[in-house]
């Protein structure tokens, strides 16, 4: 909708805080509360149209003006309730009627229909909108109709919404015809305009006020539009204060900080004030106050001469501000009452130091790319005035995460953290660096930092500001279909602990197994005490590094029948612990069960803060389920077998048994470089005897980790060098058909 005039954007800020000085003693109509009560006229008809239920829903308004009031002509501002498009009434609105009837206004809360079409999406909440809109220009229409008899100025009627109310008025202003989307239901509906009553009415309006309000596409804000004041509370998760997804209505909208944003950069007169700590609603106390004082500066702005201001300044007279961020400056002036108003920037000349930066001619500062300080000047009627600017820069980046595991499957989200000298940290989007892969076969970044896998392998990504720069390691580890993780056929590097236990012996046996030579045999012994409660845990503890991002880690667990309980603890990249658990009871004491364990939504531990890949599975924990009687004495025996992981994609045997990966394969250790330790990975395709040699750089052996027979399937070894130096090693894997040698460097 077009404005009876344009006034270029003043700062945008994003917690402004709006103070009016007053001069004068007396106070100021439409800006002050000059009246001591508001009369009200209550039900009046103004229009009627078709409901989404197809019946003809007649619309309503109550009518507030000054308790003796002599003026005849006066501002009028049309207010409209919120209630998520669906509920609400007028009533609502009541208050600020008043309030705006005390001021000198002449004030109007009015009916909309009410309700959303299902399927509730974009497209129906549009509709829903639409009629609202429709029908807040009957409104108008009406009053311009009906102008002497209630006293109103045609020329200055405004609009103020609250929530919902704010979605309508903010689409009054700035939604057109042309701009109505295809879908959007016209031949039921109707045209902008509706047909809800006094037609030939112009429903022109001089400005919005915009409270938790939002818009649905921010490109329907154009230059020469009617200016906007948006009040927000930065926590609203409703109508999110600058964009996102509303928790109310499911679909993206665009609230006050961007409206604020986009009028600033079209010229659209405009103003804000935004609640850091508050949510949706937050800063009701201040609407009154801030709607007036946005609606008088409208009127002296469009009736007063320039040269009529006086006592011009700058908003701040000292600025510090990072290299990456930008600072719109505002003008103010007094008013021939003595009023300080905002100015439209065209009417204020700035400029600044060619060494800090540059200043657009609406008043928007950017540093430049080297600290340096000086000064932003504003003429305003042969009046200078001036605020010295500092500007500092980047001290270091940081990217995250330092080093993670992916797969093939799934892609992975990398961020940029950016410090200045006093390591305090600035949220610059990650679009602003230049990010690369430096081995893009094995996988690729795009400019949103969204990594994709494509082989197995390493690569890293850099990310580069002007001159800083940082790297994470990303390593592909991608499989599928389940492979064995450790088949439990040596006790060697496993030790074992309890919880309130009397005894507890773990022994290698070969007459009870799922698959393989062999199993774990647990034997535990217990005496109840009801102080103790259900604290009686079994811990298997060894470190495995876990290949990947399996979706499940499976055990083969055969019980004496009681209840028991299964987790598992691992730890990430960042060494915060998490948790897994088994999805059923270890109480099959005939025959082993597949007991399944999810390792994704992994349950964080005291100080995790976020999960990190790669993963290591530090201990198994069994909690026993005792014989519940004070001093009894439980024991029993557990057998556990086969512990292997499973991967995303199709399995078309039974899930107890392994499946062997498709291709014989050694892994590049991890990591590399190393110190002292690394991990080095190996499939294969079928049971055989593996050797694996670590050898230095004039071809001896230093190292022998492997020389016996393996099981078809992933495998891990731990190296530790230290007992070497720093240098240059080959590790060799040789079997009866393949032989394969890597490089791997250790520095300490």
């Known amino acids: 909708m077009k404005s009876f005039y ?16 007053q001069v004068t003693d007396a106070g100021t109509r439409y800006r002050d509360i000059v009246f001591p009560s508001a009369v009200s006229t209550k039900n009046i008809f103004f229009g009627s149209s078709m409901n989404i239920d197809g019946t003809n829903d007649s619309l309503f308004l109550d009518f507030y003006e000054p308790a003796n009031d002599t003026l005849q002509l006066r501002p009028l501002v049309v207010c409209i309730h919120g209630g998520s498009l669906v509920v609400g009434n007028r009533i609502e609105m009541s208050s600020f009627c008043a309030d705006f009837a005390e001021r000198g206004y002449v004030a109007a809360t009015i009916d909309y229909r009410l309700g959303i079409e299902s399927p509730k999406g974009v497209t129906t909440i549009l509709e829903a909108l639409l009629r609202g809109v429709q029908d807040a220009k009957a409104a108008v229409r009406f009053f311009r109709s009906k102008a002497a008899e209630y006293g ?3 020329s200055q009627i405004y609009l103020e919404g609250s929530s919902a109310g704010s979605m309508v008025a903010v689409h009054y202003a700035y939604w057109n015809e042309d701009e109505i989307p295809a879908d959007v239901n016209q031949t039921k509906w109707g045209n902008i305009e509706g047909t809800s009553g006094n037609p030939g009415y112009s429903t022109a309006i001089k400005g919005i006020i915009n409270y938790c309000g939002g818009i649905v596409n921010s490109a329907w804000i154009n230059a020469g539009e009617v200016p906007v004041a948006s009040i927000d509370g930065l926590l609203d998760t409703v109508i999110p204060p600058d964009s996102g997804v509303s928790s109310d209505f499911g679909i993206e909208l665009f609230g006050g900080i961007a409206i604020s944003r986009i009028a600033t950069r079209l010229g659209i007169y405009n103003q804000e004030a935004f609640f850091p700590d508050q949510g949706h609603g937050g800063g009701v106390d201040n609407l009154p106050a801030f709607s007036s004082n946005f609606l008088y500066s409208l009127m002296v702005l469009s009736s007063t001469p ?19 961020d930008n600072y719109t400056f505002e003008t103010t002036a007094l008013d021939t009452s003595g009023n300080k108003i905002i100015l439209p920037s065209s009417w204020v000349q700035y400029s600044c130091d060619s060494r800090i930066g540059t200043i657009q001619p609406w008043g928007v500062f950017t540093p430049g790319d080297h600290p340096d300080s000086g000064y932003v000047y504003a003429k305003f009627n042969n009046t200078t005035d001036s605020c010295f600017v500092k500007t ?35 949220n610059l ?10 081995n893009p076969s094995v996988g690729t970044i795009d400019s ?20 800083y720069s940082d790297t994470s390691v990303i390593r592909v580890e991608s499989a599928s279909g389940i492979i064995s993780f450790d088949p439990l056929e040596s006790l060697s590097g496993w030790t074992f602990t309890y919880d309130n236990l009397d005894s507890l012996s773990v022994s290698l046996v070969t007459n009870q197994k799922s698959q393989g030579n062999a199993s774990f045999k647990i034997d535990y012994k217990l005496t109840y005490d009801q102080l103790k409660s259900s604290y009686y845990y079994i811990y298997l503890n060894k470190d495995l590094l876990v290949y990947g991002i399996p979706d499940s880690i499976y055990l083969d667990v055969k019980s004496d029948g009681r209840n028991h309980k299964l987790y598992y603890r691992y730890s990430d990249a960042n060494s915060e612990f998490f948790r897994g658990f088994g999805k059923k009871y270890l109480n099959d004491s005939v ?3 597949m007991v399944n364990s999810p390792m994704t939504g992994l349950s964080p531990l005291t100080g995790a803060s976020g999960l990190t890949y790669p993963l290591t599975l530090k201990r198994i924990e069994i909690q026993i389920a005792p014989d519940k009687v004070q001093g009894q004495v439980t024991s029993g025996t557990l057998y556990l077998d086969n512990l292997r992981l499973k991967y995303p994609g199709n399995t078309t045997e039974v899930e107890k048994t392994p499946l062997s990966p498709a291709l014989f394969s050694l892994e590049q250790n991890y990591p590399n470089p190393f110190n002292p330790s690394t991990v080095i990975n190996f499939n294969l395709t079928k049971k055989e ?35 070497l130096s720093s240098g240059i090693y080959f590790y060799r894997l040789q079997t009866e058909e393949h032989s394969v040698v890597k490089k791997m460097v250790l520095l300490k």
């Open 6 to 21: 344009n006034f270029p954007p003043k700062m945008l800020i994003v917690i402004f805080v709006f103070i009016f000085s």
């Open 152 to 154: 109103i100025d045609t």
């Open 306 to 324: 320039q040269q009529d201001f006086t006592s011009m300044e700058l908003s701040t007279k000292s600025l510090t501000i990072f290299r990456y």
């Open 392 to 426: 500092y820069g980047i001290q270091y980046i940081r990217m995250t995460p330092k080093f993670t595991v992916a797969d093939t499957l799934r892609t992975l989200q990398l961020s940029v953290e950016t410090y200045d000298a006093d390591s305090v940290q600035h």
């Open 429 to 438: 989007p990650i679009t602003m660096f230049t990010l690369t892969s430096t």
């Open 448 to 467: 949103n930092g969204v990594f994709t896998g494509k082989m197995n392998g390493t690569t890293t990504i850099i990310a580069t500001l002007n001159n």
């Open 591 to 593: 025959t082993f069960d």
């Open 689 to 723: 005897k593996v050797s694996l040699a670590v050898y230095d750089i004039v071809g001896r052996e230093v190292a022998t980790l492997i020389d016996k027979d393996f099981t078809a399937g992933f495998h891990s070894v731990r190296f530790n060098a230290s007992n």
